[in-house]
Every structure is written in C-alpha cells, then in structure tokens.
C-alpha cells in the first residue's frame, strides 16, 4: 500500500506541482509566457489538499521521508518565488521544516524575484 501511495505523490509532483507552484515560479523568475494567474491557482488547491493530508502526518507516506517528499519538497518551498506564499498552509510549514531538519539537507538556493512579482 505504501508504495501505492508513494506513486500517487510522484504523480502529483509530474502534475499539479508542475503546472502550479512550478509555472508560476517560471513566469516570475524566468519571465515564461504562461497564465501566471491559472498557475497560481493550481498552486493553491495543490497546497490545499497538501495541508489538510499533512495535518495527519510527519511525511507524505507515513512516519519517514520518502522519494515523494524529494519529489514535491523543491517547488513546494520555493512557491514564494512564483507569488504563492505559504502563510496559510501551517502543516505545508511544519513538513518543510521536518524535511530541513533531516541529516544531510542541502537546500536549492533561493532566487530573487523583482518587487512586482
């Protein structure tokens, strides 16, 4: 079942964390001609759905960080630099920080994104 679970993450991460939180990272770093509004807006159902599931749980798929957390950690934490911050999403917060936390972390750097983005 976990790895069942595992998949469905993976997919998540070739999906909606692609065309959301991903593109709207694209349009104001890299200045993509994509819909930055739509973008955005898959960002925040993705951050939705991602909330309420981490409000039950350390990682994605249970107690220990798994390919899945990788997979959607990187644009999950760097969705401010595409205009959707993470304010809202207290347990998005907390998972970020868990996955911070773990021996060996080495974060992507942070882009600066112009005053208008």
């Not at 990788?70 to 630099?81: C, G, K």
């Amino acid at each position: 079942m976990a790895v069942a679970q595992v998949q469905r993450w993976l997919s998540v991460a070739a999906g909606p964390l692609a065309s959301g939180p991903a593109s709207a990272r694209l349009v104001t770093v890299f200045g993509a001609a994509l819909d930055h509004e739509r973008t955005k807006g898959i960002a925040h159902q993705l951050f939705a759905t991602l909330d309420r599931h981490l409000a039950g749980s350390a990682f994605l798929v249970g107690d220990a960080p798994t390919i899945a957390d990788v997979a959607l950690y990187s644009y999950t934490a760097h969705a401010p630099e595409g205009g959707v911050p993470l304010d809202g999403y207290p347990s998005i917060c907390g998972w970020l920080a868990r996955i911070e936390a773990l021996p060996g972390f080495v974060p992507m750097r942070r882009t600066p994104v112009p005053a208008a983005a």
